[in-house]
């Protein structure tokens, strides 16, 4: 296919919902780049700031800033979706564009009040999230989450923008649109952060965001009736269930990033640096995670809603089958690459400037800590989707706020015998129990099985055999040949396991090819 032929399929797509294949193709492409940026984002980062106390200040004042406000709007964005569909199964275009109007309304009223008291009490929240921060480390902490107490606001407009084009099945648009921010960031911290030393970290994530929701905004606008967002109207019946219903989901779909949060307020009474290592750690995850995972689990969600609005189980059970099989042969051999290769992995990452070996070596330790993750997030996120798109919040809600208490019981435990790494494990246990308790739930009460056993442990014991060859091998090796050998060893596992998958993209593209 020549340039210019892949540039006018492109811009066939841009113009019409896509399906869930061309999608996860499309939102895995973008996804593997803006995350790509979002690596070379934060080896600027790392060489400039390293694991440094000003650096764990700021990441704690990004928690309420960035990651729970994205807790309140991502719960309404979530539960937008699938009533979002429903209003547009009424076949009325100006009732779907109303509603999407009335709950983006919804979400800045919400926002904006989290966005003042951000600003109002930045010092008594940032003791909050790190209870052992006093006197200068607690001043700077306070000062940076002034200034970022406008993220909420901007991150509750971004999600209802997504929601709507995931909705819409927009797929190609909502990842192209998730390069912006990185594009913006690069620069602006590889310039700025040797005048502003991690103030430059504060500009750039307000100044990237906000012109990456400004651009999502002009483009989504379509979908939505600009006279319903500046009238003073009463909301609709839908409207308001989307509210009622994300209130609650809340906890339910959050509870990883409220377990992050708990997290970092245990690991706050820990040496310095170690903030900053589980950060490090957690962007390597977002890069497995949001490439692989999410290009699957962002599709599977919608179609998994229209099911859910039909009320058909056995097609929710098919997709969700199909998908989950998928995804077991990508992440299964890269969670055995990752434990193989953390400490090498970091080094070549993140080692330069004020990134010295003690910062590889803290942040090796808890991404192993956490690699038992990459297997089960694909489950877990399927469960949670379904379940939301069900509307069974109940159980949801209930399980979370067990699993919260039992992360921060572990991290407590586990935190004096292994340090961070600890608080690590923590989270991998809690992984393990979440999964489970969620999958027999939703088989008891809705006769949904789509985990195929036999296939995981013959996938998992091809991954181990060849895991304990390849670190037999590093003991007699030198670093160079075991790096060659174990990297193309698990590359060559990868393709041979996921030879269907690749086979499908292939046969996609020369149908697209002979459609047109």
């Known amino acids: 296919m020549s340039i210019k032929e892949r540039l006018s399929t492109i811009k066939r797509l841009s113009g019409q919902a896509q399906s869930v294949a061309f999608g996860t193709i499309f939102i895995f492409g973008f996804t593997l780049l803006s995350k790509g940026l979002g690596f070379i984002r934060e080896m600027v980062l790392a060489a400039q700031f390293g694991t440094s106390w000003r650096l764990d200040a700021v990441i704690i004042a990004m928690e309420p800033a960035e990651n729970l406000s994205s807790i309140i709007a991502g719960a309404l964005s979530t539960m937008m979706i699938p009533l979002y569909l429903e209003v547009k199964n009424g076949k009325d275009p100006e009732q779907t564009k109303r509603y999407a109007s009335q709950v983006l309304k919804l979400a800045a009223a919400v926002l904006l009040i989290f966005s003042a008291l951000l600003f109002l009490f930045p010092d008594l929240l940032i003791k909050v999230f790190a209870p052992s921060y006093s006197g200068e480390i607690l001043d700077y902490a306070a000062r940076k989450l002034r200034i970022l107490s406008v993220l909420p606001l901007i991150h509750g407009f971004g999600s209802i923008f997504t929601a709507v084009l995931r909705a819409e099945r927009r797929f190609l648009q909502m990842a192209s649109f998730q390069l912006i921010f990185n594009i913006i960031a690069i620069p602006m911290l590889f310039f700025l952060a040797p005048l502003w030393s991690e103030a430059a970290y504060v500009f750039t994530w307000v100044v990237g965001y906000l012109v990456m929701t400004l651009i999502m905004g002009l483009y989504s606008l379509r979908f939505f009736d600009k006279k319903e967002i500046v009238s003073s109207s009463r909301f609709s019946t839908s ?37 900053s290592a589980l950060r490090y750690s957690h962007v390597l995850l977002a890069m497995i995670n949001g490439v692989i995972v999410g290009s699957f689990l962002t599709t599977t969600y919608t179609e998994i809603s229209e099911a859910a609005s039909r009320k058909d189980f056995q097609a929710i059970e098919r997709r969700m089958r199909k998908t989950n099989d998928d995804l077991m042969r990508i992440v299964i051999p890269l969670t055995f690459w990752v434990i193989l290769m953390a400490e090498p992995l970091i080094r070549i990452l993140f080692q330069r400037g004020a990134f010295d070996s003690q910062s590889t070596d803290l942040v090796s330790a808890s991404l192993i800590g956490y690699s038992v993750i990459i297997i089960l997030s694909p489950i877990g996120g399927l469960i949670s989707n379904t379940l939301i798109s069900i509307k069974d919040i109940k159980f949801v809600n209930w399980l979370a706020v067990v699993f919260i208490g039992l992360n921060a019981f572990f991290d407590w435990v586990l935190l004096k015998p292994f340090g961070h790494a600890g608080i690590a494990y923590s989270s991998s246990v809690i992984s393990v129990l979440s999964v489970i308790f969620y999958y027999l739930w939703l088989k008891k009460r809705y006769a949904i099985t789509f985990f195929n056993l036999k296939k995981f442990l013959f996938i998992s014991t091809i991954n181990l055999g060849l895991y304990l060859i390849v670190f037999i091998l590093k003991s007699v090796l030198s670093e160079i040949y075991f790096l060659l050998i174990g990297n193309i060893a698990f590359l060559v596992l990868f393709v041979y396991l996921n030879r269907e998958i690749i086979r499908r993209i292939f046969l996609l593209k020369s149908e697209s090819k002979l459609n047109r």
């Open 239 to 275: 409207a308001k269930q989307t509210l009622k219903l994300a209130l609650p989901l809340i906890i339910g779909s959050s509870s990883g990033m409220i377990n992050n949060i708990v997290d970092k307020i245990f690991a706050s009474f820990l040496p310095a640096g170690r903030i």
